[in-house]
Nanobody, 121 residues
Framework: HVQLVESGGGLVQPGGSLRLSCAAS????????MGWYRQAPGTERELVAR???????NYADAVKGRFNISRDNANNTAYQQMNSLKPEDTAVYYC???????????????WGQGTQVTVSS
């Protein structure tokens, strides 16, 4: 059993900042990529940023220069610092991790429950 728990969402004014956290726990052998996706009403879920176990990162063009993803491998936790937030960043943000569980062979994707981020004045 593997669980991802997100925290840190909320309401913020345009130009403000938020920090999201995603903690993975359970029967984990190894974690490859950890990342954040978002989904606004009426749109498809999209990649925001992801980070490998070695620290290499990828960002969506819309957030480059404003968001920063990092991770603490010892604690199986990923963070996303979001600065200069815009109303168009409003969405439910989901954490995803590629995990090799101690219960099953092979890599599997696990998702968190999602956390709402609302950017509004």
């Amino acid at each position: 059993h593997v669980q991802l728990v997100e925290s840190g969402g909320g309401l913020v004014q345009p130009g403000g900042s938020l920090r999201l956290s995603c903690a993975a726990s359970g029967s984990i052998f190894r974690i490859n990529y950890m990342g954040w996706y978002r989904q606004a009403p009426g749109t498809e879920r999209e990649l925001v940023a992801r980070i490998s176990s070695a620290g290499s990162t990828n960002y969506a063009d819309a957030v480059k220069g404003r968001f920063n993803i990092s991770r603490d491998n010892a604690n199986n936790t990923a963070y996303q610092q979001m600065n200069s937030l815009k109303p168009e960043d409003t969405a439910v943000y989901y954490c995803k991790a590629d995990i090799w569980s101690t219960l099953y062979s092979g890599w599997h994707d696990y998702w968190g429950q999602g956390t709402q981020v609302t950017v509004s004045s």
